[in-house]
């Protein structure tokens, strides 16, 4: 019996069926979904009294945007792995995240191998997963 702890995940998605989708993508894996948050305010908030190691935190939503708690975040978690998993792939944004602590960005739609892929890779440097393209 192993006694490696899964790592500790925190969403922050105003959009429930990305966070659901999320969810599914991180079950059975060596991850473990702490929380959710649907606006920015209340996931910065959940964020510092859960300590996620991971974050994977949208651009766009009520309350302020993702790329506005990046700082916070990080001042608070300098050690947590923040995602951002967004449309938004402009390389404006990019840059933007990147400065304030982002380790990673995923492109919606993704796929389980963009998600999970880009967590792996995240804790080691920068990755930039585009865009999944659909599989019939």
């Known amino acids: ?16 069926l990305t966070r659901s989708l999320l969810n599914v993508i991180l079950r059975g894996s060596q991850y473990k979904v702490i929380g959710e948050a649907a606006d920015a305010s209340s996931g910065l908030a959940m964020a510092k009294s859960l300590r996620p190691n991971i974050i994977l935190l949208d651009n766009n939503m009520p309350n302020g945007n993702g790329i506005d708690i990046v700082k916070p975040l990080k001042m608070a978690l300098p050690r947590a792995v923040i995602l951002m998993v967004t449309t938004q792939s402009e390389e404006e944004t990019i840059r933007a995240a990147m400065s304030l602590g982002a380790s990673g960005f ?13 967590i792996a890779e995240a804790s080691k440097h920068f990755v930039l997963a585009a865009p999944a393209t659909p599989t019939y």
Do not use: A
Not at 106 to 113: A, D, R, S
């Open 106 to 118: 995923v492109i919606k739609p993704f796929n389980t191998q963009s998600v999970l892929g880009t």
């Open 1 to 16: 019996m192993s006694d490696v702890q899964p790592l500790r995940v925190l969403i922050i998605d105003d959009n429930e």
